[in-house]
């Protein structure tokens, strides 16, 4: 079974850093289209960043310049960097990617399970 497993939420203070990762597990062949959405309490889930296979990036304007999305195609592992963290980029972020399932020979879109990230003092 293919899944996106994510990693690296917490609490932090304000102005403080996180790295979420999101990697995919499972017989794959590929990954891409991958991207962090976020969606706190009583709001809907937004994008806040993509990145194409070939390095492409897009940011929510929220985010900019102060969250780097990256990813490591051999890993088949993405990550994003969130630095300089407010209060308001509490959330539960999810990791989405479109992979190329062996068992099926065709691509799925795949959402991880979400990671709780809180900035607080």
């Known amino acids: 079974q293919v899944q996106l497993v994510e990693t690296g939420g917490g609490l932090v203070q304000p102005g403080g850093s996180l790295r979420l990762s999101c990697a995919a597990s499972g017989s794959i062949f590929s990954i891409s289209n991958m991207g962090w959405y976020r969606q706190a309490p009583g709001k809907e889930r937004e994008l806040v960043a993509l990145i194409t296979k070939s390095g492409s990036t897009n940011y929510a304007d929220s985010v900019k310049g102060r969250f780097t999305i990256s990813g490591d195609n051999a890993k088949n592992t993405f990550y994003l960097q969130m630095n300089s963290l407010k209060p308001e980029d509490t959330a539960v972020y999810y990791c989405?990617?479109?992979?190329?399932?062996?068992?099926?020979?065709?691509?799925?879109?795949?959402w991880g399970q979400g990671t709780l990230v809180t900035v607080s003092s």
């Open positions: 989405r990617g479109v992979v190329g399932a062996v068992a099926q020979m065709r691509y799925l879109e795949v």
